[in-house]
Nanobody
Framework: QVQLVESGGGLVQAGGSLRLSCAAAGRTFSTYAMGWFRQAPGKQREFVARISRSGGSTYYADSVKGRFTISRDNAKNTLYLQMNSLKPEDTAVYYC????????????????WGQGTQVTVSS
């Protein structure tokens, strides 16, 4: 089992940047594939990005490709999401997810979830 705690959310103007972190505790972090999802008010939780156990493979939703970068530091048991060129439509609660599968599924059915961190982008 792994416990996930996100941080780094906040209020930012359009065009700005934020860096989210997800600290993991419990079972060895490097044994989990990791990902980021987000959920805006009134909408379903949607996939943002995922990264393999080693960090060597990443994949992004089209809506964030070229603006967001997912990374992980297995020595620090931490997952990151660098978000640049933020848009108002990026406003959502962002969740990190851990999966025992080879890659985090794009549909939100990962094994473990954090509590979320709010990101608000003003226009």
């Amino acid at each position: 089992q792994v416990q996930l705690v996100e941080s780094g959310g906040g209020l930012v103007q359009a065009g700005g940047s934020l860096r989210l972190s997800c600290a993991a505790a419990g079972r060895t972090f490097s044994t989990y594939a990791m990902g980021w999802f987000r959920q805006a008010p009134g909408k379903q939780r949607e996939f943002v990005a995922r990264i393999s156990r080693s960090g060597g493979s990443t994949y992004y939703a089209d809506s964030v490709k070229g603006r967001f970068t997912i990374s992980r530091d297995n020595a620090k048991n931490t997952l990151y999401l660098q978000m640049n060129s933020l848009k108002p439509e990026d406003t959502a609660v962002y969740y990190c997810a851990a999966s025992t599968e080879t890659l985090v599924p794009i549909i939100p059915r990962a094994n473990y979830w954090g509590q979320g961190t709010q990101v608000t982008v003003s226009s």
